[in-house]
């Protein structure tokens, strides 16, 4: 499986509405997660499942699914929301775990 | 909330074995409830998982990296352990362990609490 993020940078004001797609080389499940990565710091899972927002997370964050493409969409940027956003996914028969290239959100 | 911490060595000459340590607290290897991945993150590139652990010490790894890639768990359950031989530059990298939560078939589901990270170079 490979992961294709776009777009691997953007830059957008504070309160702008920000959309992030992730693809799969091949049909995917609906098992992917979304992480949020600053540097020096631990990647902070946002939503798994596509679009369920994990506990704590700020529900300006939403995440769904659009035939073999899933998007993580920001309502309203704000300053501590910049950083670099990975799309994950499994491949459950080998069990293993892909990563998107990741895109640089920055204000 | 769930702590994880890296140890080990930060600079580990080429062609030996890169050793790092996890630590998780409390009971949670001993519950089975988890499996434990490490991930790690060269230089200006993005995620890569490396692989998976079970409480039992069923394992999964990164094709790519198979055959170099060991992972264990301590007799006290309190530590997983991750072991790279034959390092290169290309290993240079900051290496996180994280949790990873099980759906109800026993697949792996999603990745939720990750360590800080610990920085790794590989230099003579």
């Known amino acids: 499986i490979q992961l294709t993020q776009s777009p691997s940078s953007l830059s957008a004001s504070v309160g702008d509405r920000v959309t992030i797609t992730c693809r799969g080389s091949?049909?995917?499940?609906?098992?992917i997660s979304w992480f949020h990565h600053k540097p020096g710091k631990a990647p902070k899972l946002l939503l798994f499942d596509g679009s369920n927002l994990e506990v704590g997370v700020p529900s300006r964050f939403s995440g769904v699914k659009s035939g073999t493409q899933f998007s993580l969409t920001i309502s309203g940027l704000r300053p501590e929301d910049v950083g670099t956003y990975y799309c994950q996914q499994y491949d459950n028969v080998a069990r293993t775990v892909f990563f998107g290239g990741g895109t640089k959100v920055q204000i | 909330q769930m702590r994880l911490q890296e140890s080990g060595p930060g600079l580990v000459k080429p062609s030996q074995t890169l050793s790092l340590i996890c630590s998780v607290p409390g009971g949670a290897i001993r519950s089975g409830d988890f499996y434990w991945s490490w991930i790690r993150q060269p230089a200006g590139k993005g995620l890569e998982w490396i692989g998976r652990?079970?409480?039992?010490?069923?394992?999964n790894f990164n094709p790519a990296l198979k055959g170099r890639v060991t992972m264990s768990v301590d007799t006290t359950k309190t530590q997983i352990s991750l072991r790279l031989s034959y390092v290169t530059a290309g290993d240079t990298a900051v290496y996180y362990c994280?949790?990873?939560?099980?759906?109800?078939?026993?697949?792996?589901?999603?990745?939720?609490?990750w360590g800080p990270g610990i920085p790794v170079k590989v230099s003579s």
């Open positions: 994280a949790r990873e939560i099980i759906s109800g078939t026993m697949a792996p589901y999603y990745l939720d609490h």
């Open positions: 091949r049909d995917i499940t609906d098992f």
């Open positions: 652990i079970t409480d039992t010490g069923s394992t």
